[in-house]
């Protein structure tokens, strides 16, 4: 016999299929009397494509870090598909949220960071399945046929076996987007992924986030420096200085008629270093 649904668990279900993937409001993070993140608010999309610009020390990276609960709050707050991150609600109160909670959400976060950061004692195939392992608990079966097809999905299905001494940067980068998959993430984030490779090793890399982007239901938040990748991927930019967001819009309409005289200021720096 079917069952109505409870009406207030419909309720919640609704509102999380309609919320922000993610939502920050009035991030802060501090470290001493440095702040990072000035009291920042950002909603995303489901399946939005964010690029994330800004000079050096802008908080760019630090929002990819908090939002990845690799650095805490200092205040405000990270929701998730609606879903608090690092807090809970108990006795209709928002309070630090336990770990088991923050690693519940967290879960649904993936990183590829600027450095690899792969096992260099274990294969491709072994970086990519650890974590499902591990941490999900698949059978080694289903992991390892879940991890072969990322391997080969980024390009990788003659390196299964190979050693990161064994590959090239752009090769291991593909490693990490592979494993970083394998936990089968709803939100990809991406922190200066091709600042360590030369141009054609960065083309690799940026091919795999094309192809991710268009054959995947993922939110992605990518910190970049590549100017003219952003121009082409992304839905939206945010332009980051001194832990704001100066100025955010669609590609095309940032890169042509910026408002923002600090925007105007970083566009022209880049164009003239290029």
């Known amino acids: 016999m079917k069952r109505d649904l409870d009406p207030a668990l419909g309720a919640a279900a609704d509102a999380a299929a309609t919320a922000p993937m993610v939502r920050f409001r009035g991030v802060t993070k501090r470290y001493g009397s440095l702040t990072v993140l000035d009291a920042l608010d950002l909603d995303v999309a489901r399946n939005e494509k964010v690029a994330i610009i800004g000079p050096s020390g802008s908080g760019k990276s630090t929002l990819l870090r908090v939002l990845m609960t690799l650095d805490p709050l200092t205040d405000g707050v990270i929701e998730v598909e609606g879903e608090p991150l690092t807090h809970q609600i108990k006795n209709g109160a928002l309070v630090p949220a336990s770990d088991r909670h923050v690693r519940q ?3 649904k976060i993936g990183m590829v960071f600027q ?3 792969l096992f260099p004692h274990m294969s491709a195939l072994q970086n990519t399945i650890e974590a499902p392992l591990s941490v999900l608990g698949m059978s ?3 992991a390892t046929e879940r991890g072969r097809e990322l391997l080969s999905m980024v390009g990788l299905a003659d390196k ?3 050693y990161p001494s064994q590959l090239s940067g752009g090769q ?3 490693v990490a987007i592979a494993r970083a998959l394998a936990m089968r993430p709803k939100v990809m984030l991406f922190d200066e992924v091709t600042s360590a490779l030369d141009p054609e090793l960065c083309g690799e890399v940026l091919n795999v986030i094309r192809k991710l982007g268009h054959e995947h239901n993922l939110t992605m938040l990518m910190v970049t420096h590549q100017m003219g990748f952003a121009k082409e ?3 939206r930019v945010c332009f980051f ?3 704001k967001i ?3 819009a669609p590609p095309q309409q940032f890169f042509s008629a910026p408002q923002h005289e600090r925007t105007k200021q970083f566009l022209r720096a880049v164009t003239e270093a290029m």
């Open 105 to 107: 959400v967290r879960s």
């Open 115 to 117: 450095s690899f950061n």
């Open 140 to 142: 080694k079966k289903e």
């Open 160 to 162: 299964c076996n190979h």
């Open 172 to 174: 291991q980068q593909r």
């Open 233 to 235: 991927f992304a839905d």
């Open 241 to 243: 200085s001194q832990g």
């Open 246 to 248: 100066v100025e955010q």
